[in-house]
């Protein structure tokens, strides 16, 4: 949409950047000037290095509740010999852990907003920790499945507020890169971590799996104590603590953050995500019955091994689709004389969701079961390496737009979105092995791509209509001036 395309809802619903020598109706040029330096000085508060002091720490934190999801599935049957049960039981810890990271995220969002990012990492790594050693010293198949709740609630903090904090530190234009980076860390540990988990079942025990977590945990806990500092608008944060009454903390609704996916733009954008993300597990999370037994795999490291693919996708697919992504909003601001539209960063997704995603999909299946020997291993984890850039290039965008778009309340919206995509991808992906016994992985992934593509379309409706559906429900939306 260029500049004679602008409706007259878009033009009263988007913000024109002022020039230093304008000020807005109603307004003093002072008073407009002051309230553009002033909200400049938030992201002046913190020098460049810092800044990537910062992004490095919140990478380590980001990266840790994958490993404690993903390591966790190649060590089930050792597990279930250990305590003496089956598969099936154990594998309730893996849906246990999903539904306390969906709870827990939006707990720990709604904290972080009214008090303060810093606060909730002090709180929730330590739940991390006791959780892993709880899970490393349980003995039965309830202390097992109640640590992992435990466990999981502690590290899913890190997306959320993660979010929030790379909203915080840098400005409208940088942050689509900065939050590349961030995810392409925290989706890399998502790919090594069944790899990891794998190790440690053959060659050693699935507990010293958790007594790294442990560590990892201890050390983020630290390296917050002495590096992370308060980035929340302090005017912002004295005004929520001024307003709170005694014992406040007590009645919070952590589900309250979801009444902004009412919102038709967010909604749209966290369902083409999570459409995106679940090709990803439609992939995975099936692979020891696919690749592994066609390609006749039996290592669980070397099974492990084969996520590999997607987290070099994840590393590379995260910052080039960041990147991209502030360099939309920099030229479509630029041609429409300032207007600054934010579904503009979205721009940047049609290659992930219309091309990269449901390709990699459909060329999976029919790779595996067309191509045997090597070159149709070799092509697999290909697909797998395509997929991972293409979700990334979804992802990406989307979370720097929730940013945007709900600044003051970035880490409830990154909670929301989160939670939603979470529970999303936990339904859809508990049929897909069935469904590959009884249709076969070619079809199957022939039935996700083709959903998948479906993501672009909402995408594209979001790109379009976005002023409309903004106006349709307000949900307390940025401007250009609180950006």
């Not at 002022?18 to 938030?42: F, M, Q, V, W, Y």
């Not at 920099?330 to 207007?339: E, F, L, N």
Request: aromatic share 10%; glycine share 10%.
């Amino acid at each position: 949409m260029d500049a004679s395309e602008t409706s007259p809802l878009l033009a009263s619903e988007s913000v024109r950047v002022p020039e230093a020598s304008e000020s807005r109706p109603g307004i003093s040029g002072n008073e407009d000037a002051s309230a553009t330096a002033k909200h400049d000085l938030l992201y002046s508060r913190f020098s460049r290095r810092q800044q990537r002091g910062i992004l490095a720490l919140l990478a380590w934190t980001g990266v840790i509740p994958f490993l404690v999801s993903g390591t966790f599935v190649p060590c089930i049957p050792q597990i279930a010999r250990e305590l003496n049960t089956t598969g099936s039981v154990i594998n309730m810890a893996v849906s246990i852990s999903l539904a306390s990271v969906a709870f827990g995220s939006l707990i720990w969002a709604t904290y972080s907003g009214q008090y303060g990012r810093r606060v909730v990492y002090f709180a929730s790594l330590p739940c991390l920790c006791v959780g892993s050693v709880g899970v490393a010293c349980s003995q039965t198949v309830p202390q097992l499945l109640w640590w992992r709740f435990f466990q999981a609630f502690g590290s899913s903090s890190a997306l959320s507020v993660g979010g929030a904090v790379i909203g915080d530190i840098y400005r409208l234009e940088e942050r689509g890169m900065a939050m590349g980076i961030f995810f392409s860390a925290s989706l890399f540990g998502a790919a090594i971590a069944p790899m990891c988990g794998g190790i440690a079942a053959h060659y050693a025990s699935w507990r010293h799996a958790h007594w790294v977590l442990f560590f990892m945990g201890l050390l983020a806990l630290l390296l917050v104590a002495k590096w992370l500092p308060e980035t929340i608008d302090p005017d912002v944060l004295k005004e929520r603590r001024e307003s709170r009454k005694r014992f406040a903390f007590l009645r919070v609704n952590p589900f309250a953050s979801l009444a902004l996916l009412r919102s038709p733009n967010l909604m749209l954008v966290t369902l083409a995500g999570s459409l995106a993300v679940a090709t990803d597990f439609v992939l995975l999370n099936p692979l020891s019955y696919t690749i592994a037994q066609r390609y006749n795999i039996t290592n669980e490291a070397l099974i492990g091994a084969c996520f590999m693919p997607v987290g070099a996708g994840n590393l590379i697919g995260a910052p080039i689709s960041g990147m991209l992504s502030d360099r939309a909003v920099v030229a479509w601001r630029k041609r429409r004389g300032g207007v600054w539209v934010p579904e503009d960063r979205l721009r940047a997704t049609p290659w992930g969701a219309g091309l990269l995603v449901p390709m990699s999909m459909l060329l999976s299946g029919l790779t595996i079961k067309y191509v045997p020997g090597t070159p149709g291993f070799v092509l697999s984890l290909a697909w797998l390496f395509l997929n991972g850039i293409g979700v990334d290039i979804v992802l990406t965008p989307s979370s720097a737009y929730y940013v945007d778009i709900l600044h003051t309340q970035s880490a409830e919206i990154m909670a929301a979105s989160g939670a939603f995509r979470a529970l999303f991808v936990a339904s859809v992906t508990a049929g897909v092995l069935p469904m590959i016994n009884t249709i076969g992985v070619a079809a199957t992934d022939a039935i996700s791509a083709g959903i998948a593509w479906l993501g672009l379309g909402m995408f594209l409706v979001t790109i379009r209509y976005g002023d409309r559906m903004r106006a349709w429900v307000d949900v307390g939306f940025s401007t250009a001036q609180t950006n």
